[in-house]
């Protein structure tokens, strides 16, 4: 899956020129936390997120009166609180990659380019979207977490015994275990109740940690 197949379109953006709590404003109309800004011509300069523009306000123990401090943020732009080195994705790059840098930059969005324009944005709320498909967690069923060697053919055997059994995988995902010998893996599955699950799993696995029936709706 690529970043392009589930960026946010079209764009919500304010001019650099725009003062800061027009733009505040603007943003909480429209319900978002950050806005990628543009020059007149469209071109991406900067992004500002709501904390970029709430720090650009007098704080509360000021002296100033509401009609001073009105006054300093009107003459406040945008182009003074935004960042101005933005980090960018291209649309056919990985979500993997774009949930990367947003974790290792601590950012919450990144506007996704095509050829030099931009045509999107991807968001934290776009990849939580995401890990809640994987995990399959808009389904009701038998959600099981366990610890698997690290082996090939591993997730074959466990697909093949449920499958044998009678069981439907809604989902699976492995991550990283314990050590570099296993793997944690967490599958949602129908057609099984927990006694079943677990005969099928326990020969395969080197321990269940979590098992769970998930209802919803």
Do not use: C
Request: charge should be neutral; charged fraction near 25%; proline fraction near 3%.
């Amino acid at each position: 899956m690529l970043v392009g197949n589930r960026m946010s379109f079209p764009v919500l953006t304010v001019t650099s020129d725009i003062p800061v709590q027009d733009a505040l404003a603007q943003m909480r109309k429209e319900r978002v936390n950050r806005y990628p800004v543009v020059d007149k011509k469209g071109k991406l300069v900067g992004i500002v997120s709501v904390d970029d523009l709430l720090n650009a306000s007098p704080s509360e123990a000021t002296s100033l009166s509401v009609w001073e401090i009105n006054y300093l943020l009107s003459k406040i732009t945008v182009e003074r609180v935004m960042a101005k080195d933005v980090i960018t994705v291209d649309e056919d790059d990985t979500l993997e990659q774009a949930a990367r840098l947003m974790a290792d930059n601590r950012i919450g969005g990144l506007p996704v380019m095509r050829q030099g324009s931009m045509v999107g944005i991807i968001t934290q709320t776009n990849i939580f979207h995401i890990f809640l498909e994987m995990l399959g967690g808009r389904e009701s069923g038998m959600r099981v977490s366990a610890l698997v060697k690290d082996e090939k053919g591993m997730l074959h055997k466990l697909t093949q015994a449920i499958d044998e059994a009678g069981g439907n995988i809604i989902a699976l995902s492995t991550y990283a275990g314990t050590s570099t010998e296993n793997r944690g893996i967490t599958i949602k599955l129908s057609q099984l109740d927990i006694v079943s699950v677990k005969k099928v799993l326990l020969p395969l696995v080197e321990q269940i940690t979590d098992i769970r029936e998930i209802k919803l709706g």
